[in-house]
């Protein structure tokens, strides 16, 4: 299988064009593969959330923590939607044709992609001005959860690290997602100046024919590589044991067992907390 196409140029020099689109089905054979061994494997994984008596115990020492708990804000709701959508759309006009469905997909490709653009530009800035742009990366610091979260899936009771607010394999998938997009962003703004569009006028020679070949394959790749991704990312919010954080990206809340359960309260402090009421407490007083 080759994995790049070549063609040449006036002077008939061999020049880069793109991938083989073979990575496309290999992409979706090994997205599929990957869904039914995981699925495969969960039929025998011990899991990880907390033991019931465990988050029994939790949940009465916490009494403070309020009934629901904020897991993801509205803009950040609406961020995920708006670029889910595009990111399908994306897909469906960039491969539907590959795959032989032929209609005018070129305006429609580029428009998913600005909208792509624009979401992930209103993501960044809403990461670093009101949420903890660090929680969602991955570093050394994250060995001990690793090895913890591991042994747990073999059926130890290990005392390490539980995850904080995202676990590890969410920031994993974040910093796929983050490489892929990124290059799909970048490289799609390129490509749109041979074009026609309302913004600027076509270009076609912005670019050399050694960098154009390696601008399209840079696309490619990272186009290929998210139908993997979306497929994993699918099959996952679709696992039953999953719903909880599913819905909490529906509704924005998930509930205080579900947070005792998954969580490690130390590494995700829940700041807002229900305050008492002065009339309950001065009457609880009186009482006493």
């Not at 799609?188 to 912005?206: A, I, S």
């Amino acid at each position: 299988m080759d994995l790049l196409t070549w063609g040449r140029n006036p002077w008939d020099q061999p020049i880069l064009t793109h991938i083989s689109w073979d990575l496309l089905w290999a992409s979706l054979f090994a997205g599929l593969a990957f869904l039914a061994a995981h699925a495969s494997y969960m039929l025998f994984s011990a899991h990880r959330k907390r033991r019931a008596e465990e988050t029994d115990a939790l949940e009465a020492a916490r009494g403070d923590l309020p009934a629901r708990i904020q897991r993801h804000s509205m803009p950040a709701r609406l961020f995920h939607w708006v670029m889910a959508a595009a990111m399908f759309a994306l897909l469906v006009t960039a491969f539907l044709p590959i795959a032989g469905i032929r209609f005018p997909w070129v305006v429609w490709h580029w428009t998913a992609g600005l909208v792509l653009t624009a979401s992930i530009l209103f993501h960044v800035v809403h990461t670093v001005v009101w949420l903890d742009f660090w929680s969602i990366w991955v570093g050394p610091r994250d060995l001990p959860e690793l090895k913890a979260e591991a042994l747990r899936e073999f059926g130890h009771d290990v005392s390490g690290p539980r995850p904080g607010k995202y676990p590890l394999g969410n920031r994993l998938y974040h910093l796929a997602i983050v490489v892929t997009a990124l290059t799909v962003v970048a490289s799609g703004l390129f490509m749109m100046v041979r074009v026609r569009t309302p913004f600027f006028t076509r270009n076609p020679y912005l670019l050399g024919d050694s960098m154009w070949g390696l601008t399209y394959v840079a696309h490619g790749l990272a186009g290929v590589s998210l139908v993997g991704l979306v497929i994993a990312h699918v099959y996952f919010a679709s696992r039953p044991e999953k719903w909880w954080i599913t819905k909490s990206m529906v509704v924005g809340w998930i509930t205080r067992r579900q947070y005792l359960e998954h969580h490690d309260p130390d590494r995700w402090a829940i700041d807002e907390l229900p305050t008492p009421n002065p009339a309950t407490s001065n009457s609880a007083t009186s009482n006493s």
